[in-house]
């Protein structure tokens, strides 16, 4: 029954698409009262987003939050209901897999994210709510059905971790260990037979 937290935290810059997520919220607001959004970090674009927010009259439910230490990212993850990662489908973002998606799956907060092909080579439409990054209807659309609907929720963020779970820094360490003593041992034997 309280506010229905939205976050977005990391670089804020005008490739994140953070005004795409400010105007979802203002669309989603008439529906969802208590809809809040913490944009948490720092870059050149918070000017222009506070005014932004100004504009659409939603100052008072886009809250800027300060950068921090990643150490504090978790108090930060675990206060939000959503995780929204809408940066824009311009070549860049299209094969940029955000490590803040890694960071919600394995907090197990749901994701609405830009449905570009980097997102999709690891999570399932089942796992991410995939919304058009030019459009902020879409991720309106997307607020609004995740708030409605719990269960849905619930079912997202278990896809999302078991999606992860291959991922698993843990998995990944081991994986590129074995690689470097693989490539190791390829030179030397490359170099002993260079010597014959």
Known sequence: KGAFIVMYYGTIAERSG???AMRA???ARPTIPQLCLKIKGRGEYIPALEQLAAELGITDSVEFLSSSPSSEIVNFIVQGDVGIIPYRNDGFAELLLPT????LAWMHRPIIASDTIAMRSMFRPESVAFC?????ESFAEALIDLYH???KRARMIANAAADY???RWELMAERYQQLLVSLSHKQAQEQQLAAE
């Open 149 to 151: 609907h719990p269960e």
């Open 132 to 136: 058009d990054s030019s459009s902020p």
């Open 100 to 103: 803040k998606a890694y960071e």
């Open 165 to 167: 779970e291959p991922y």
């Open 25 to 27: 919220v203002a669309l």
């Open 18 to 20: 953070v005004d795409t």
